[in-house]
């Protein structure tokens, strides 16, 4: 385990103390779940990217088309 400072302007810290409070959290908690949150979508979107940029476009659309079409049945 690490221990990071980071400095945030007074509202904003007062508002994380406030809102880790209403889930019955730490700050600390709150913000290593947010951390954790931001890291896992900044790796999804980068798993996406290089699918998409390796992918064969004309069958993403097929899968697409048929997506939208059993949508349109329900």
Known sequence: MSTLTIRLPD?????LKALARS???????LVEQLSVHALAVRDTENHF???AAAGDVHRALEVLDRLDSEDKRN
């Open 11 to 15: 509202d904003t810290a007062q508002r």
């Open 23 to 29: 889930r019955g959290s730490s700050t600390n908690r």
């Open 49 to 51: 990217r290089a699918m």
